[in-house]
């Protein structure tokens, strides 16, 4: 029996789904304005202000601003703008454009299958070469366009393009302005809480390179993070080792929401750490459980009304989706709950001055309540703005019903999980029929690598990542979550 990996992806689609700012503007009446929202702790947050490494225990402070604990607005930005992409197909914002391939006396210390998110990389070496696939398919990369189109996400919240280099002509960057502008959320300092929360962390021996919750990096070398493509016959220290290459990234990353304490205590007693690399309690001072934020503004100018009602809906997504932010996501820290107040707004497609704001907070919750129904007259214009499937996948990883009842934890490096190698010959031994093994580089399609990890495991489990996970304790209650 093992838990699931306590985050998870959000497949691609082939392409962004893309318009210019004159399609956008054309979907409907255009509303400037403002919605008045607050924020509820479902489970204690976390937003980082400072951190104090110790020698056993570490501290990590709220953010505040002039004293007062705040979740700023670029925390909740974040947060909806993922979802936001996600769900309608929009550019990838935030990525890091390259992982180097870093040779090193030690494999297990160093990356050598490097790769780009949104190019080809040359991975070249004396035994293998091989010219790595972008892992994202580079029309999701934030670029200026000769259409200028833009994807859902940057006209609501705008972007900044940096362009492609250009030996015939020297462009700047391209920005695109936001029309939509979010408050900083402050807090009670009676509702911030310390001593009572913590994440586990393992530092390194070296004390110069304390981890402080340092989360593993994506790599090529796995199917954990990539979807399977090759497997290569490597020499490590005079050993055949299969290793297993992926080109495609699974998806847009997301947490699950789980009980904290029951997390955290999991860590505390049944993983088994190695002797060099110590446990240390990471404490957290958290916005507590139940809490709410002072309500603040999400500033509105001449949104259409459709993506207005993305917007609501994206806010308050009906009862089986919460979201998350902060620190500690992995370990459930960060679920919240945002609720309308109040919404004043005006039409502002007439041009002549601006007509007073009106209270239109009964139809923005009317909105909310329709749910997720393609054939809702309310959706009627989402329809081909939202990515149906990927609505789905963002249910089961941010469903919120039966979370108390869940647990979600790394796979531990231990034998027959990430510490475990797997032996060339283990594979040559159960590859199942059909599968053709070359030499030194086995291809795979998505079938026969599911059934090869499948024979390998019982030697080790953390291969294949979507195996690991539909094999996981909770699996069907995860995959039976709706919208």
Same mark, same amino acid.
């Given at each position: 029996?093992?838990?699931?990996?306590?985050?998870?992806?959000?497949?691609?689609?082939?392409?962004?789904?893309?318009?210019?700012?004159?399609?956008?503007?054309?979907?409907?009446?255009?509303?400037?304005?403002?919605?008045?929202?607050?924020?509820?702790?479902?489970?204690?947050?976390?937003?980082?202000?400072?951190?104090?490494?110790?020698?056993?225990?570490?501290?990590?402070?709220?953010? =505040?601003?002039?004293?007062?604990?705040?979740?700023?607005?670029?925390?909740?930005? &974040?947060?909806?703008?993922? @979802?936001?992409?996600?769900?309608?197909?929009?550019?990838?914002?935030?990525?890091?454009?390259?992982?180097?391939?870093?040779?090193?006396? !030690?494999?297990?210390?160093?990356?050598?299958? *490097?790769?780009?998110?949104?190019?080809?990389?040359?991975?070249?070496?004396? =035994?293998?070469?091989?010219?790595?696939?972008?892992?994202?398919?580079?029309?999701?990369?934030?670029?200026?366009?000769?259409?200028?189109?833009?994807?859902?996400?940057?006209?609501?919240?705008?972007?900044?393009?940096?362009?492609?280099?250009?030996?015939?002509?020297?462009? &700047?960057?391209?920005?695109?302005?936001?029309?939509?502008?979010?408050?900083?959320? @402050?807090?009670?300092?009676?509702?911030?809480?310390? *001593?009572?929360?913590?994440?586990?962390?393992?530092?390194?021996?070296?004390?110069?390179?304390?981890?402080?919750?340092?989360?593993?990096?994506?790599?090529?070398?796995?199917?954990?993070?990539?979807?399977?493509?090759?497997?290569? +016959?490597?020499?490590?220290?005079?050993?055949?080792?299969?290793?297993?290459?992926?080109?495609?990234?699974?998806?847009?990353?997301?947490?699950?929401?789980?009980?904290?304490?029951?997390?955290?205590?999991?860590?505390?007693?049944?993983?088994?750490?190695?002797?060099?690399?110590?446990?240390? +309690?990471?404490?957290?001072?958290?916005?507590?459980?139940?809490?709410?934020?002072?309500? @603040?503004?999400?500033?509105?100018?001449?949104?259409?009304?459709?993506?207005?009602?993305?917007?609501?809906?994206?806010?308050?997504?009906?009862?089986? /989706?919460?979201?998350?932010?902060?620190?500690?996501?992995?370990?459930?820290?960060?679920?919240?709950?945002?609720?309308?107040?109040?919404? !004043?707004?005006?039409?502002?497609?007439?041009?002549?001055?601006?007509?007073?704001?009106?209270?239109?907070?009964?139809?923005?919750?009317?909105?909310?309540?329709?749910?997720?129904? +393609?054939?809702?007259?309310?959706?009627?214009?989402?329809?081909?703005?939202?990515? #149906?499937?990927?609505?789905?996948?963002?249910?089961?990883?941010?469903?919120?019903?039966?979370?108390?009842?869940?647990?979600?934890?790394?796979?531990?490096?231990?034998?027959?999980?990430?510490?475990?190698?797997?032996? @060339? #010959?283990?594979?040559?031994?159960?590859?199942?029929? *059909?599968?053709? /093994?070359?030499?030194?580089?086995?291809?795979?399609?998505?079938?026969?690598?599911?059934? /090869?990890?499948?024979?390998?495991?019982? /030697?080790?489990?953390?291969?294949?990542?979507?195996?690991?996970?539909?094999?996981?304790?909770?699996?069907?209650?995860?995959?039976?979550?709706?919208?």
């Amino acid at each position: 029996m093992h838990y699931p990996n306590p985050f998870d992806f959000v497949p691609f689609t082939d392409h962004p789904f893309l318009k210019t700012r004159e399609e956008y503007n054309a979907l409907g009446e255009r509303l400037s304005g403002y919605l008045e929202v607050r924020l509820k702790a479902l489970t204690p947050v976390h937003v980082v202000g400072y951190q104090v490494p110790g020698d056993v225990e570490g501290q990590s402070y709220m953010y =505040r601003q002039d004293e007062q604990g705040c979740i700023p607005a670029a925390s909740i930005r &974040g947060c909806l703008r993922a @979802f936001i992409e996600a769900l309608t197909s929009s550019w990838v914002s935030q990525t890091t454009a390259e992982y180097k391939k870093v040779p090193g006396p !030690r494999a297990s210390d160093k990356r050598h299958v *490097g790769f780009r998110t949104f190019a080809e990389y040359p991975n070249t070496g004396r =035994r293998m070469s091989r010219e790595s696939p972008p892992a994202v398919h580079p029309d999701f990369k934030p670029r200026i366009r000769q259409d200028r189109k833009i994807d859902v996400a940057s006209y609501l919240f705008g972007i900044v393009v940096e362009p492609e280099k250009d030996t015939e002509t020297e462009q &700047g960057p391209s920005a695109h302005k936001a029309k939509v502008w979010i408050e900083d959320a @402050f807090i009670d300092n009676n509702d911030v809480i310390k *001593g009572e929360h913590w994440v586990p962390d393992i530092r390194d021996t070296d004390p110069t390179k304390n981890s402080f919750m340092g989360g593993a990096k994506p790599s090529a070398s796995n199917w954990w993070y990539f979807q399977p493509a090759e497997i290569w +016959r490597r020499d490590v220290q005079g050993r055949l080792m299969a290793e297993f290459i992926g080109d495609k990234f699974w998806g847009r990353k997301f947490y699950y929401h789980q009980d904290p304490k029951g997390c955290v205590e999991y860590y505390e007693k049944e993983w088994e750490y190695d002797r060099q690399r110590p446990f240390y +309690r990471v404490h957290l001072e958290c916005l507590q459980k139940e809490a709410e934020t002072q309500s @603040f503004r999400i500033y509105l100018d001449k949104v259409p009304l459709p993506l207005v009602v993305l917007l609501v809906k994206v806010l308050m997504p009906g009862p089986n /989706i919460r979201h998350k932010l902060g620190y500690g996501k992995a370990y459930g820290y960060g679920s919240v709950e945002f609720s309308l107040a109040s919404a !004043r707004l005006r039409s502002d497609d007439s041009g002549r001055i601006p007509i007073p704001l009106q209270d239109l907070s009964s139809e923005m919750q009317a909105y909310s309540a329709v749910g997720w129904n +393609r054939k809702q007259t309310v959706n009627r214009h989402l329809e081909t703005l939202i990515d #149906w499937q990927a609505l789905r996948h963002l249910a089961r990883v941010l469903g919120w019903q039966g979370y108390e009842n869940l647990k979600f934890t790394y796979p531990p490096f231990s034998s027959g999980f990430f510490k475990q190698p797997v032996y @060339f #010959w283990d594979f040559e031994n159960r590859t199942p029929h *059909g599968v053709v /093994i070359g030499s030194p580089v086995t291809k795979v399609n998505a079938t026969e690598a599911r059934a /090869i990890t499948e024979q390998l495991f019982d /030697i080790k489990k953390p291969i294949h990542f979507r195996q690991y996970q539909e094999t996981a304790e909770g699996w069907p209650i995860i995959k039976e979550r709706k919208p």
